[in-house]
């Protein structure tokens, strides 16, 4: 199964305890709890680049190596931190700024831009051990939007601030400004043009593009003290009408985070994550129905979303380190490091 971090080994030792008498096995039982979060055994991380119609063949091989390389540079930082016994927050926010500064992706340097030709970005981050969030809508100045969800959550009273108010709150927590045209890049701008000519009916490419490329980053990890936390940025979705805010600086939609069940980040559709409240809802069945990682993913994405005509996908990692990524996309951009430092990055469906 893809990407199992720590499961494998609770199985077998499932298995041994039946012989044991009542005290050894809760001794072992309760031993074993604590080895798992003291020794910090299971550990790892989760991203993504974005979901959507990316297929093998659509993109040549040198601008695949560098999705890869970016992916495993963020997916190696964020092991680093981990592995030095670093916190998920820390793990989480050092990858997604990678990503970040990258124009390869649809988060801060290489956002998509809005009707109206501005970039206005979305990012959001929990914490799993307070259920603390912080979030920010609609940025403008703010080279590192990942950074300042961060701040709102750690150094406000607020969880969601949103236009002006954020970009100044940014201002005043020293984070590095920039000018709005250094989110420029070429390729975003000609995506806005096909966009505005679809809309205007003069694209003859219009029928092959059903489906919109998303391109959103986002990371979920567990640290080696159990605890779990989330972080999603992102542009938007490209010719969106200014002003639009998706779901991913918002807490149960595109990010989520709790100790007790897993950390979850989300990309695609933004309209239709809301309505289904994706995050949330993962982190819900598995509190409430006992449902495993793997089995309540699956089921929010390819059944519930999937069923109301959404489209993308999330990665997530639980308390114990199991990973799910599902996704109903032709691609997503997506990887995980488990706790001995084995880096996996895939693309494709079948990749
Ligand atoms: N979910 C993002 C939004 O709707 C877009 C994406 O994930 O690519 O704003």
Redesign the pocket.
């Known amino acids: 199964m893809e990407g199992i971090i720590g499961s494998e080994k609770m199985i077998k030792n499932r298995g041994r305890l039946f012989a044991l008498p009542l005290t050894a096995l809760l001794f072992l039982f309760c031993g074993f709890r604590e080895q798992t979060l003291q020794a910090g055994e299971n550990f790892g991380m989760v991203l993504h680049g ?3 119609a990316i297929r093998k063949g659509s993109m040549t091989g040198e601008l695949e190596s560098r999705y890869r390389a970016k992916l495993t540079q963020a997916l190696q930082n964020g092991y680093d931190i981990l592995k030095k016994g670093g916190s998920s927050l820390d793990a989480v926010t050092g990858a997604l700024v990678i990503l970040e500064d990258s124009p390869l992706f ?1 988060a801060g340097k290489g956002a998509v831009f809005t009707n109206t030709g501005s970039n206005e970005l ?1 990012a959001s981050i929990m914490e799993g051990r307070t259920l603390q969030a912080g979030a920010v809508a609609g940025v403008k100045t703010v080279k590192n939007p990942i950074l300042l969800a961060r701040k709102v959550m750690e150094s406000s009273p607020h969880v969601l601030l949103s236009g002006d108010g954020a970009d100044s709150f940014a201002r005043d927590q020293g984070l590095e400004i920039v000018d709005p045209g250094y989110f420029y890049t070429e390729k975003r701008w000609k995506d806005l043009q096909k966009a505005r000519a679809r809309e205007t009916g003069n694209d003859s490419e219009a029928p092959l593009e059903k489906e919109k ?4 980053v ?1 990371a979920a990890a567990l640290d080696r003290k159990g605890n779990l936390a989330a972080g ?1 940025s ?4 490209t010719n ?1 009408r200014f002003g ?5 600086p918002l807490i149960g939609a ?1 990010t989520y985070a709790d100790n007790d069940t897993c950390a979850i980040s ?6 239709y ?1 809301i309505r289904a409240v994706v995050a949330h809802d993962i982190s819900a069945l598995m509190q409430y129905k006992g449902l495993s990682l793997q089995e309540a993913a699956r089921k929010v994405i390819l059944d519930k979303l999937t069923a109301m005509g959404g489209t ?1 996908g999330i990665v997530a990692i639980d308390k114990d380190g199991n990973v799910a990524m599902p996704f109903n996309t032709e691609g997503m951009y997506r990887g995980w490091v488990d706790r001995k430092g084995k880096i996996t990055v895939k693309i494709y469906r079948k990749d």
Do not use: P, W
């Open positions: 974005g979901a959507g649809n979305d490329k998303h391109g959103t986002g999603t992102t542009g938007g979705m969106k639009r805010i998706g779901d991913s595109g989300a990309t695609g559709h933004g309209e994550f993308g």
